[in-house]
């Protein structure tokens, strides 16, 4: 399951993003075609990011428990 990096999750709330390319590869693996479970983490993220914040460590890049506990849970639904 490819996760997304914290400068891809919060790439929209870069105010100038005149030295910061769009993060890409998101975009186009989710128009490929899969032939396995595929759970698309930034999206569930996406989706929890107004209702949840810090998603990640404010001064880390990794995960904080709160986008570990909501891709856990997708995981769940998908083995269960």
Do not use: C
Not at 10 to 30: A, E, M, R, S, V
């Amino acid at each position: 399951m490819p996760a997304p990096d914290k400068y891809d999750l919060y790439y929209d709330y870069i105010l100038d993003k005149t030295n910061f390319p769009k993060p890409l590869f998101f975009q186009y693996l989710g128009f490929l075609k899969k032939d396995y479970i595929y759970i698309d983490s930034k999206r569930k993220l996406l989706d929890q990011l107004e209702v949840k914040k810090d998603m990640y460590f404010y001064d880390d890049t990794h995960w904080s428990p709160v986008a570990s506990k909501i891709i856990a849970n997708e995981i769940d639904k998908v083995v269960n």
